[in-house]
């Protein structure tokens, strides 16, 4: 794989996480999230995740919507951008924008797979001293 290659938008197939000790994969954002991320020539780079069906506020500004509104939205919707760079079969997002500010400036990096149109980015994360689970998202070139 070549990193221009990756160049251009792609749509959100799925956000599966699957967990070592055999329960069953769990979708953060429904198994019909919607979402695109988007590599430039560049080096830039943008992420856009969002559960379907989310509601609109109740008002037009966020400002004046009820707490429990502004929580629900911020907790059906993810997005972050920065810089990229593959080394390897490694993606590495570097953020400089993000929705969850603990984000920020953090490095995420992904096992990247492409497989014809659909490109694969997954992690694996520590669940205590006994258990991991991998975040796959699957990505098919938009317009494909």
Aim: with cysteine; proline share 5%; aromatic share 8%.
């Amino acid at each position: 794989m070549r990193a221009e290659q990756l160049i251009g938008a792609w749509d959100l197939v799925d956000w599966r996480i699957d967990y070592d000790d055999g329960r069953p994969p769990g979708y953060p954002f429904g198994a019909d999230a919607n979402g695109q991320i988007s590599y430039t020539g560049d080096g830039r780079m943008s992420a856009v995740i969002q559960a379907a069906g989310r509601r609109p506020l109740s008002t037009a500004s966020p400002r004046q919507a009820p707490a429990e509104e502004c929580r629900d939205a911020f907790t059906s919707f993810f997005c972050y951008a920065g810089t990229w760079t593959l080394e390897g079969d490694t993606m590495v997002h570097r953020l400089t924008l993000a929705l969850n500010p603990a984000m920020l400036g953090t490095e995420q990096r992904r096992h990247a797979q492409l497989q014809g149109e659909v490109l694969e980015l997954s992690a694996t994360e520590r669940l205590g001293a006994d258990h991991t689970r991998t975040h796959r998202l699957r990505w098919r070139r938009a317009g494909s």
